[in-house]
Every structure is written in structure tokens, then in C-alpha cells.
């Protein structure tokens, strides 16, 4: 089965330091890998994607993400951290069959940014 | 552009009581989705529709319904309103093509008292 696992619920950082929220999958084929940010009282908002290329992929806000293969992770990273990155963010991996083209989405993970 | 516009963005039903969560995007989009959002759960798809005048179900369709009469319009329907149903409910559009991101509305939360 196509899934998506985020093994933290909660990472706490302080500001400045570099940040890495983790995320694992589990597709047949290619994987199509994305990370969305939600705020308060908000809907997800796209972050960055990995379709193919390089296995560093640079987003929004200075967000990257490291696809690796082998190790079938897509963990989310930023060099230094912001009190304004607190959120909650979520991995997905898309699936195509047939007719349909839907996201599947991990329990996401809070990030909380301390000063 | 307004994007994908939920309305309302709070409601508190009844038990029993019935009522329809509008979804509409000005985008253009073939495909639209329903999520709902629960602590804990990340989101879960209700239902989708890839084009007007079809629907297909998700993982947690049951006391749902759904129609895609336009391109434009994707309403989400509870007959008869339970408990396990209060959540947040999220509508989302991508275009037709590969691997483009979904755009979110802003959600509604729902409340069944």
C-alpha cells in the first residue's frame, strides 16, 4: 500500500539553529513527494516538490528538502530556523491510477520555533 | 484571483441535521477533493472529482455525498449529521497535469452537538 509516515509529532528548535522534519514512504514507482505548511485557521499551503533531478530540492521560505532513494525518506530542512516556521507541516506522496490523482497525506508533524 | 473559496467557515449542527459545505475555485481546475482534518489523523480524503459530472469516493466516504455539476463548484453534503462527523473539512483543486500542487481553501470547521 502507497503511504506516507512522519515518525514526529512535534519538533522543537531553537531560533537560528537548522531544522529537519522527517518524513519516510512507501510507493510502487516513482514517487512524487511533496511538503505543505499549515498556519492557524489556514489550509495547506505548498511548500516544495521532488519529481525528479536532483535530490536537493529548494521551496518556499528558504525550505529544502533531501530525497533519498535508498533510504526512502524525503525529510524537510531549513539552515536556520525562524519563530515565524512554527507550524504544522505535512509530507505527501501523490498516486496516479487509472482515473484518479489524489495525495496521500502523513499525520503531520508541529514544528515549534523557540526564541 | 480568489483560489478555492469554503463557505461558511464555522457551523454547529444538530444531530440529525443536514446541511452542504460549498467549495468553489476560479482556476479552472479539473480535479477537486474533499479532506477532513482530525487531531492527530492528518487528513483523510472524503471524496474527489476529476471533471464536471464526476465523482469518485476517497478513504472516509460514508455519510457524505458530493456533486460536480460545473468545473467551478464541488459541494460537499452530510445528510444526517453525527457526532464523528465534527472536523475541520478542507476542499482542494490542482489543474489537469503532472504533479502540480494542490491549492487549499481555508476549511470549515464543523461542530455536531
Known amino acids: 500500500a502507497q503511504s506516507v509516515a512522519q515518525p514526529e509529532d512535534q519538533v522543537n528548535v531553537a531560533e537560528g539553529n537548522p531544522l529537519t522534519v522527517k518524513c519516510t514512504y512507501s510507493?510502487?514507482?516513482?514517487?512524487?513527494l511533496f511538503w505543505y505548511v499549515q498556519y492557524p485557521n489556514r489550509g495547506l499551503q505548498f511548500l516544495l516538490k521532488y519529481i525528479t533531478g536532483d535530490n536537493l530540492v529548494k521551496g518556499s521560505y528558504g525550505f529544502e528538502a533531501e530525497f533519498n532513494k535508498s533510504q526512502t525518506s524525503f525529510h524537510l530542512k531549513k539552515p536556520s530556523a525562524l519563530v515565524s516556521d512554527s507550524a504544522l507541516y505535512f509530507c505527501?506522496?501523490?498516486?496516479?491510477?487509472?482515473?484518479?490523482?489524489?495525495?496521500?497525506f502523513g499525520t503531520g508533524t508541529r514544528l515549534q520555533v523557540f526564541p | 484571483n480568489a483560489g478555492v473559496t469554503q463557505t461558511p467557515k464555522f457551523r454547529i449542527l444538530k444531530i440529525g441535521q443536514s446541511m452542504t459545505l460549498q467549495c468553489t475555485q476560479d482556476?479552472?481546475?479539473?480535479?477537486m477533493y474533499w479532506y477532513r482534518q482530525d487531531p492527530g489523523m492528518g487528513l483523510k480524503l472524503i471524496y474527489y472529482?476529476?471533471?464536471?459530472?464526476?465523482?469518485d469516493k476517497g478513504e472516509v466516504p460514508n455519510g457524505y455525498n458530493v456533486s460536480r455539476s460545473t468545473t467551478e463548484d464541488f459541494p460537499l453534503r452530510l445528510e444526517l449529521a453525527a457526532p464523528s462527523q465534527t472536523s475541520v473539512y478542507f476542499c482542494?483543486?490542482?489543474?489537469?497535469?503532472?504533479?502540480?500542487?494542490?491549492?487549499f481553501g481555508d476549511g470549515t470547521r464543523l461542530s455536531i452537538l
Open positions: 472529482s476529476v471533471g464536471a459530472g464526476i465523482t
Open positions: 482542494a483543486s490542482i489543474p489537469r497535469g503532472d504533479n502540480q500542487p494542490q491549492h
Open positions: 505527501a506522496v501523490r498516486v496516479s491510477l487509472y482515473n484518479t490523482d489524489k495525495l496521500i
Open positions: 510507493v510502487s514507482g516513482n514517487p512524487y
Open positions: 482556476m479552472n481546475h479539473n480535479y
